[in-house]
């Protein structure tokens, strides 16, 4: 079952954060719990890490953007899987 990377919230005045860098590619193999992604935030700078294991299907949010607290940067899953509805 496909799990979606959520842009964290760093404080509840927060609005959004910025993905700085991806440390995994589509394709690639994670496990839970391993830095996945670096990320800022007006208040904080830290590396996100993957939330199960499986592939990385799909980069939503790439290198150097901005977007909203809580919104889905990334999903995870098996091959072939569909997340036709998850985005």
Not at 4 to 31: C, F
Request: proline letters at 6%; a negative charge; hydrophobic letters at 45%.
């Amino acid at each position: 079952m496909a799990v979606r990377v959520v842009m964290p919230q760093a404080g509840q005045d927060l609005e959004t954060g910025t993905v700085r860098q991806w440390l995994k590619a589509e394709g690639d193999a994670v496990i839970k719990g391993e830095p996945l992604v670096q990320i800022d935030t007006e208040k904080i700078s830290v590396e996100v890490e993957a939330p199960a294991s499986g592939t990385l299907l799909r980069i939503l949010v790439p290198n150097e953007t901005d977007t909203a607290i809580l919104s889905t940067i990334a999903i995870i899953g098996n091959p072939g899987e569909d997340i036709s509805g998850i985005e």
